[in-house]
């Protein structure tokens, strides 16, 4: 069974038709792209697979189970998280506590014994501290712990974020742009982590990006939208070379003269 | 403010009134170098120690109808020795003198209360104010935690402080008969009333944010008075609340019987101004403490995560409506907490009691003291529900008065100043200068709001906040810039499908396998 399964999915704002008939299957484990040029509803088909918009028509499977008109929350609780295109951080918590937001649903106090802080809370509490600095060390943010997530580089403030995700325990992680204002090095290096979050977490992952050096470099399958539509899919090799993706890209003319030659 | 409460009315003049500006001036103002730091402490001592006061306070012996109250001779001793101790713990430790000062000022006034004669309308002073601690804690929750702009908290006070004056007034007043509830029976009527009425509040307006919201709870808060100014059987439906004529003769609470040790006995039931402040004071401590633990927890942080982010917040597993709900009720439950305590000891209710401006004073008291900081809640508290108070003594002639004879100056030289303001075509300079209180105590909050936006004792991350922007800014104006461009022209500029293949040795190099 597919970890994700999208059957015809649509999403109408009005008159705007952002994302059309769109079906996609991720396999456990993989690596997909989603790529296609700005405004093609990429984020848009993000935020329905996350539950933050609900799609006007298809189905969402996630593990088999379907999620059309989930909130967001019970989404997350089934083992998808994201980042966002435009970091999200809670800005004026820590870096510590971005990532514990991120175990909410792993901390299993109540509220009146939170109020209390009975032992058991305590040693809750503690654990999720612990988890939480091995997972700021695991993103390379080690001892950053108590810096407020607003006064983090931007580089910190992408690893935060992937760290806030993925201390949500998911099989799927959904990365919007993860090297977006990176320069070559950071891009490279979050090439090898993004890949390490496979081979070492057994992370299904689905990710939005730009840069196609990135796209290629760690994408074992990629889906190309453009205006809504799918307009091609499969290996990095065959998208590459595949006459609609060059022409949404490059246009019709530019598709030509690269072809001619 | 301590020592207007010290002194009985008589000597309360120009020193004192002095003594609550400077105070007040230095939380606002004071940073943490050391000079400001000694000169304070200094000022704090010169007050204290005035030449005119300390020879009567620390050698008179009590008044014989006051035979076992030290009163402010103790308190001119303990206080210089405990600043001195707070200064002394600032040399060595490091400590923030300033918060250390504020925490004393809090923390001995309690103390000056219970002693000294004519105690008790003081006492009423402080029972004011810690009720209103209770109240702030509880908006505290909603606003400071939550990020929920709530305009309308008078509501949960007025379902608390109803609750209670319909279950323990008499059957003469009570508009449904003479219940005469225990007090833990009333006390829980009162807050579970509350917070599901808060909750019920909470459920339709899930779904607005900032503005919108703040408009609603201000609906609700006038729709809840107007319910009882109406409620009064004439007409339509039932009696509840006596209408304007409000319930009378509100019985006190009493949470324990009374046990008699002989030389003192205590509980039965809290009359006195300094017993329902001891009460008072319980509940702002058990409220403080519920609130600072769950700050500091999965649920703070949820309410933070929200407050931040609301939709990322949901993203990332937190459940929005459950924990909007949960601050909603909790807010509104200390809120009708704080409505029976009051209650209890003011003996009468009416639908006046709960207008806007309760609604208005409660917020202040969060925003002035600090935002989402159970610390600067009290210290909104002080000053907001208790300034006014302690400003009644005041008048322009004893600020004048005060301010100059701080500096010993001879008295030729303060005639001056007082021949000034008694030009004045308005009465600022006498007693009956009180047109003066609320003028002085709107400056304070439009000065204090101009240069401590953040409030007085704001949460440490909120502090640390602030000063961390204003360092970033410095930092960030050549760093920052600098570094976005560079990543944008490090990137070749070649069209993202044109280069189809990864460069060996690239990160790319992998996608060959995958495949």
Redesign the interface.
């Known amino acids: 069974m597919a970890l994700l399964e999208i059957n015809g999915v649509t999403k109408r704002f009005e008159g705007l038709l952002a994302v059309n008939n769109v079906d996609l299957v991720i396999e456990e484990k993989q690596i997909v792209g989603l790529i296609g040029p700005n405004g093609a509803g990429k984020t848009t088909f993000f935020n329905m697979v996350t539950g933050f918009y609900e799609p006007t028509s298809g189905d969402i499977y996630v593990a088999g189970k379907r999620v059309n008109g989930m909130a967001p929350d019970q989404i997350c609780s089934l083992g998808v998280s994201r980042t966002f295109q435009n970091i999200r951080l809670f800005q004026a918590m820590t870096a510590l506590e971005n990532i514990l937001v991120g175990r909410h649903l792993h901390l299993k106090s109540g509220f009146v014994a939170s109020m209390l802080r009975l032992p058991s809370v305590r040693r809750e509490e503690e654990q999720a501290e612990k988890s939480a600095r091995d997972l700021l060390n695991y993103v390379g943010l080690r001892g950053k712990q108590n810096e407020l997530a607003r006064n983090l580089s931007y580089g910190d403030q992408r690893r935060l974020e992937i760290a806030r995700a993925l201390a949500t325990e998911p099989k799927l992680l959904l990365l919007d742009e993860p090297t977006a204002g990176m320069n070559p090095l950071e891009s490279l290096q979050m090439v090898q982590f993004i890949r390490g979050l496979r081979d070492d977490r057994g992370i299904t992952i689905l990710l939005i990006e730009h840069q196609m050096r990135v796209v290629m470099g760690v994408c074992e399958y990629i889906n190309v939208l453009d205006y809504g539509e799918k307009i091609a899919e499969g290996t990095p090799t065959e998208v590459q070379s595949n006459e609609r993706v060059i022409e949404a890209y490059l246009g019709k003319g530019k598709a030509a003269g690269h072809v001619a030659p | 403010m301590i020592l207007v409460l010290l002194f009985p009315q008589e000597t309360t003049s120009g020193p004192q009134a002095f003594t609550i500006i400077a105070i007040v001036l230095y939380l606002l103002l004071g940073t943490n170098s050391t000079t400001t730091n000694v000169l304070m402490v200094a000022l704090v001592l010169l007050i204290v120690i005035d030449i005119r006061e300390v020879p009567d306070a620390l050698f008179n012996s009590a008044p014989a109808d006051y035979p076992l109250e030290p009163g402010p001779s103790l308190l001119l001793v303990a206080l210089p020795i405990a600043l001195l101790v707070a200064y002394g713990l600032h040399l060595w430790r490091g400590a923030d003198l300033r918060m250390l000062c504020a925490v004393l000022v809090v923390a001995t006034l309690p103390l000056t209360l219970a002693l000294g004669p004519s105690a008790e309308p003081r006492t009423f002073v402080l029972f004011l104010i810690a009720f209103n601690i209770v109240l702030g804690l509880g908006l505290n929750v909603v606003v400071g935690y939550a990020g929920l702009l709530d305009l309308g908290f008078v509501a949960f006070f007025a379902l608390g402080g109803y609750a209670w004056a319909i279950m323990s007034t008499d059957a003469s007043n009570a508009p449904l008969g003479e219940i005469d509830a225990p007090f833990w029976v009333i006390l829980a009527v009162a807050v579970g009333l509350a917070a599901v009425v808060g909750v019920l509040l909470g459920l339709p307006v899930l779904r607005l944010r900032g503005d919108y919201l703040a408009i609603v709870t201000l609906g609700f808060g006038e729709i809840i008075r107007l319910i009882a100014t109406n409620a009064d059987g004439k007409g339509q439906g039932w009696n509840l609340t006596n209408g304007v004529t409000g319930v009378r003769e509100i019985g006190s609470a009493s949470p324990f019987p009374e046990i008699d040790l002989g030389l003192f006995s205590f509980g039965g039931e809290l009359v006195s101004n300094s017993e329902a402040f001891w009460l008072a004071l319980v509940c702002a401590l058990m409220v403080g403490f ?1 609130a600072e ?2 700050r ?7 309410w ?2 929200i407050r ?2 609301e ?11 459950h924990y909007k709900l ?1 601050a909603f009720g909790l807010g509104a439950a200390i809120g009708g907490l704080g409505g029976a305590v009051r209650t209890s000891h003011f003996s009468t209710v009416t639908p006046s009691d709960f207008q806007l401006i309760i609604s208005i004073n409660v917020l202040a008291i969060v925003i002035i003291g600090g935002m989402g900081s159970v610390r600067g809640v009290v210290l909104g508290a002080f000053i907001l529900a208790g300034l006014p108070e302690i400003l009644r003594d005041v008048s322009l002639r004893s600020i004048v008065d005060g301010g100059l004879n701080v500096f010993f100056l001879p008295e030729f030289i303060q005639e001056g100043p007082i021949w000034l303001v008694e030009q004045l075509p308005w009465d600022l300079a006498g007693r009956e200068g009180q047109e003066l209180r609320l003028v002085l105590f709107g400056l304070l909050l439009v000065v204090m709001m101009v240069i401590r936006p953040q409030g007085l004792a704001p949460s440490p ?2 502090q ?2 602030l000063v ?2 204003v360092e ?1 800014d410095k930092a960030d104006q050549p760093g920052g810039i600098a ?2 461009s ?2 944008a022209s ?2 070749p500029p070649s ?8 460069e060996p040795g ?6 060959e396998d ?2």
Request: proline content about 7%; hydrophobic content about 30%; overall charge negative.
């Open positions: 519920i633990q769950l500091n927890s999965k649920v703070g942080r949820a933070e995560a931040e982010d939709d990322v917040a949901q993203g990332m597993g937190v459940n929005t409506v949960l991350r909120r640390f906040e961390e922007m970033q570094g976005f560079e990543d490090g990137e069209s993202p499908i044109a280069s189809p293949q990864p690239r990160p790319g190099g992998r996608s995958g495949e």
